[in-house]
């Protein structure tokens, strides 16, 4: 369990109805259009990596996982960010994808 895990924890146990409500925009946001789940989770990826938020990575990478992306989409998914964020960053959140990949 990363320190980004247990501190989504803690918040979700101190401010419950907060994340509850918080939990239901997301899913009133992915249902009020036609992207797919697989592909709004690929796009919240590249929007963490660009925001450089480790903890959204790792989610957004079990997310896609488990909303059927392949690793080699997630990984495209990051890789095209190069010009965008630069390489550093995209070597990072690459890093940070592979922790939930490979673990």
């Given at each position: 369990m990363t320190k980004y895990t247990?501190?989504?924890d803690w918040i979700l146990e101190n401010f419950k109805e907060v994340m509850e409500k918080q939990q239901?925009?997301?899913?009133?946001?992915r249902e009020a259009g036609p992207v797919d789940e697989k592909?709004?989770?690929?796009?919240?990826?590249?929007?963490?990596?660009?925001l450089r938020a480790?903890?959204?990575?790792?989610?957004?990478?079990?997310?896609?996982?488990k909303s059927g992306a392949t690793?080699?989409?997630i990984y495209h998914t990051i890789i095209l960010l190069t010009s965008t964020i630069g390489f550093?960053?995209?070597a990072t959140?690459?890093?940070w994808a592979r922790d939930i990949i490979e673990d």
């Amino acid at each position: 369990m990363t320190k980004y895990t247990k501190n989504y924890d803690w918040i979700l146990e101190n401010f419950k109805e907060v994340m509850e409500k918080q939990q239901d925009l997301g899913m009133t946001l992915r249902e009020a259009g036609p992207v797919d789940e697989k592909s709004s989770h690929l796009i919240q990826l590249g929007a963490a990596a660009a925001l450089r938020a480790e903890g959204s990575v790792h989610s957004h990478v079990k997310r896609a996982l488990k909303s059927g992306a392949t690793p080699e989409e997630i990984y495209h998914t990051i890789i095209l960010l190069t010009s965008t964020i630069g390489f550093p960053a995209t070597a990072t959140a690459l890093s940070w994808a592979r922790d939930i990949i490979e673990d």
